[in-house]
């Protein structure tokens, strides 16, 4: 025992019956020690109750044993947002089995001055996590092209905007997965179709709008637009002004399943029945998708599978893997009772 009264390197070697070097490796993960051997020191760890010094290790391994999870949005959105769960959660499964642990980083208000944007750098910088994913990223200032040139390994939840630089990044195909919703919206017979678009400064709103409008112009129809912010509030506001500008609208396509919970709220408020006077598609298929009234006919992107995907590429790429390009994966149109 040491000083503290806790089990030391040296005993868990003794009992092992093997070299406390040979015990460091087995701590440290070494794919150098023979399998019968780390079993005898494993058995020792817990027979002793023996607990690494993770201080000492991290000097040895250069390793924090820490992942840190960005998410550039206010805690409000990250805490009300079913994508966010979904995602944490498919990391979360992935990361399980590894000695690996999640440090949360959310931007709980944005600066105006870009402080809090240098805060996180600083803080990546200065070897306190092993690696990064980046979730729900805005393309402002410069803060995605610092983060992509960071001596770090990193990997994004989509494409970053305005990074010039190859980086490794998993998302879905968003413009064909709203091509899919807005198409559906047509062959059900409707023909004013509106868009609650997501933000601009996001690929994921950028890619839903592109889709929505190239299907519309293939149609010979006119695109009708409103932006939100992936919230439930900025859903309402902007299904509020559609109605105002296009009260004919027969059709509604909305960006994200958290922004159409508020549109069939409105809609209702208004008296406007879904599906007879508006059919309605949302994009996501959340947990949010079977509570509506009617049910949310949505475009379904396997979100806890691009969780796990995210966490594997940056465990291969903490191992060494030389990973930059991005990974893209496909939608499915759910058809409930909206549209």
Same mark, same amino acid.
């Given at each position: 025992?040491?000083?503290?009264?806790?089990?030391?390197?040296?005993?868990? %070697?003794? +009992?092992?019956?093997?070299?406390?070097?040979?015990?460091?490796?087995?701590?440290?993960?070494?794919?150098?020690? *023979?399998?019968?051997?780390? %079993?005898?020191?494993? /058995?020792?760890?817990?027979?002793?109750?023996?607990?690494?010094?993770?201080?000492?290790?991290?000097?040895?391994?250069?390793? @924090?044993?820490?992942?840190?999870?960005?998410? $550039?949005?206010?805690?409000?959105?990250?805490?009300?947002?079913?994508?966010?769960?979904?995602?944490?959660?498919?990391?979360?499964? @992935?990361?399980? =089995?590894?000695?690996? /642990?999640?440090?949360?980083?959310?931007?709980? %208000?944005?600066?105006?001055?870009?402080? !809090?944007?240098?805060? *996180?750098?600083?803080? *990546?910088?200065?070897?306190?996590?092993?690696?990064?994913?980046?979730?729900?990223?805005?393309?402002?200032?410069?803060?995605? /092209?610092? +983060?992509?040139?960071?001596?770090? $390994?990193?990997?994004?939840?989509?494409?970053? *905007?305005?990074? #010039?630089? =190859?980086?490794?990044?998993?998302?879905? #195909?968003?413009?064909?997965?709203?091509?899919?919703?807005?198409?559906?919206?047509?062959?059900?017979?409707?023909?004013?179709?509106?868009?609650?678009?997501?933000? +601009?400064?996001?690929?994921?709103?950028? !890619?839903?709008?592109?889709?929505?409008?190239?299907?519309?112009?293939?149609?010979? +129809?006119?695109?009708?637009?409103?932006?939100?912010?992936?919230?439930?509030?900025?859903?309402?506001?902007?299904?509020?002004?559609?109605? #105002?500008?296009?009260? !004919?609208?027969?059709?509604?396509?909305?960006?994200?399943?958290?922004?159409?919970?508020?549109?069939?709220?409105?809609?209702? /408020?208004?008296?406007?029945?879904? $599906?007879?006077?508006?059919?309605?598609?949302?994009? #996501?298929?959340?947990?949010?998708?079977?509570?509506?009234?009617?049910?949310?006919?949505?475009?379904?992107?396997?979100?806890?599978?691009?969780?796990?995907?995210?966490?594997?590429?940056?465990?291969?790429?903490?191992?060494?893997?030389?990973?930059?390009?991005?990974?893209?994966?496909?939608?499915?149109?759910?058809?409930?009772?909206?549209?």
């Amino acid at each position: 025992m040491n000083e503290s009264g806790s089990p030391t390197l040296e005993q868990v %070697a003794a +009992l092992a019956g093997v070299s406390r070097a040979t015990v460091s490796r087995v701590v440290n993960g070494s794919p150098k020690v *023979l399998p019968d051997t780390v %079993a005898a020191v494993e /058995q020792a760890i817990l027979q002793l109750g023996y607990v690494p010094n993770r201080a000492a290790r991290a000097l040895v391994t250069r390793r @924090t044993d820490s992942i840190a999870i960005v998410v $550039p949005e206010p805690d409000s959105r990250v805490f009300s947002d079913p994508f966010f769960a979904g995602m944490l959660s498919g990391v979360s499964r @992935t990361l399980a =089995p590894t000695s690996s /642990q999640l440090v949360l980083l959310i931007e709980p %208000a944005p600066e105006p001055t870009g402080a !809090d944007d240098q805060r *996180l750098l600083r803080y *990546l910088r200065g070897g306190h996590v092993d690696g990064a994913i980046v979730i729900s990223h805005h393309g402002r200032d410069n803060v995605l /092209q610092e +983060l992509a040139q960071l001596p770090l $390994p990193i990997v994004f939840s989509a494409r970053p *905007l305005g990074v #010039d630089v =190859p980086v490794a990044s998993v998302d879905v #195909d968003n413009v064909a997965g709203a091509r899919t919703g807005v198409e559906h919206l047509l062959s059900i017979g409707r023909r004013k179709i509106a868009t609650v678009a997501g933000p +601009l400064d996001m690929t994921a709103g950028i !890619d839903r709008l592109t889709g929505y409008q190239e299907v519309m112009k293939e149609a010979g +129809l006119p695109a009708m637009v409103a932006y939100g912010d992936f919230t439930a509030d900025g859903g309402e506001q902007a299904t509020l002004r559609l109605l #105002d500008e296009h009260p !004919d609208l027969d059709g509604l396509f909305v960006a994200s399943d958290l922004m159409a919970t508020a549109a069939l709220r409105v809609l209702s /408020q208004h008296d406007r029945r879904v $599906p007879a006077d508006v059919a309605v598609v949302g994009f #996501d298929d959340s947990v949010l998708a079977t509570t509506t009234t009617p049910k949310l006919t949505t475009v379904r992107q396997p979100v806890e599978q691009l969780g796990a995907r995210l966490a594997e590429i940056l465990l291969a790429k903490i191992a060494g893997a030389d990973l930059r390009s991005p990974e893209i994966y496909d939608t499915e149109l759910i058809i409930r009772d909206s549209a």
